[in-house]
């Protein structure tokens, strides 16, 4: 196993536009995260997921983003209509049953 | 709201000095605490994971300990060499929550 894989690394965007961020966790954990991280800053808590059920989302998650896991396999989060606060690192995580949580490297995005 | 803070936020030290980081927490209800590295845009690698009923955990030349009663965990990094130079953040679950909280970070460099 790979570890969690993100993708893309990095996405460049213009204001107003939509895009999505794919994580697939380590196979066997039934838990993601998903983590917003700014610069000189500890991640913040987006989101997560227990198997296919979304079961918590963060204040900070507004109407514009949406996240999904079908199957409850790979993870994708998506931001609509993009505004420029939200640049930053997207971290996605899987926990393993004790609780050990792993990240991938991130996607981040900047937007113009 | 478990609040987790890191202080110092940066510290430089020669190379072979001991390293140590420190990490509070507000509320001792806690399932586990972790510790990770952050080289410059990347993810986050686990590097010790301590459950609530321990009291440290070793890898290395890494040390963790953690004292719930007092709120505090600390990062020992023995004889530092100049590939430890990263941002060390702690991370806290609580006994009742699935996600953790984040500590800003400290970010080590360590003189050749």
């Known amino acids: 196993d790979t570890g969690v894989s993100q993708d893309p690394r990095h996405k460049i965007t213009k204001r107003g536009q939509n895009v999505t961020f794919r994580c697939d966790p380590i196979?066997?954990?039934?838990?993601l995260y998903w983590y917003r991280q700014t610069l000189g800053q500890g991640p913040e808590f987006l989101t997560y997921?227990?198997?296919?059920?979304?079961?918590?989302k963060s204040r900070l998650l507004s109407d514009r983003f949406s996240a999904e896991r079908p199957k409850g396999s790979f993870s994708t989060l998506e931001i609509q209509r993009t505004e420029q606060g939200d640049s930053a690192m997207y971290l996605c995580?899987?926990?393993?049953?004790?609780?050990?949580?792993?990240f991938g490297e991130g996607s981040r995005l900047t937007v113009l | 709201k478990q609040e987790v803070t890191q202080i110092p936020a940066a510290l430089s030290v020669p190379e072979g000095e001991n390293l140590v980081l420190n990490c509070s927490f507000t509320?001792?209800?806690?399932?586990?605490l972790q510790w990770f590295r952050q080289d410059p845009g990347k993810g986050l690698t686990s590097l010790l994971l301590?459950?609530?009923?321990?009291r440290e955990q070793t890898s290395g030349r890494l040390n963790a300990s953690l004292d719930k009663s007092s709120g505090r965990s600390t990062l020992y990094i023995a004889a530092s060499q100049p590939g430890d130079s990263a941002t060390y953040l702690c991370?806290?679950?609580?006994?009742?929550?699935?996600?953790?909280?984040f500590g800003a970070g400290t970010t080590v460099t360590v003189r050749a």
């Open positions: 997921f227990q198997n296919e059920a979304q079961l918590e």
């Open positions: 991370a806290v679950r609580p006994s009742n929550d699935y996600k953790l909280s």
């Open positions: 509320d001792s209800a806690i399932y586990n």
């Open positions: 995580a899987s926990s393993s049953p004790i609780g050990e949580l792993f």
């Open positions: 196979s066997e954990h039934n838990r």
């Open positions: 301590i459950q609530s009923s321990q």
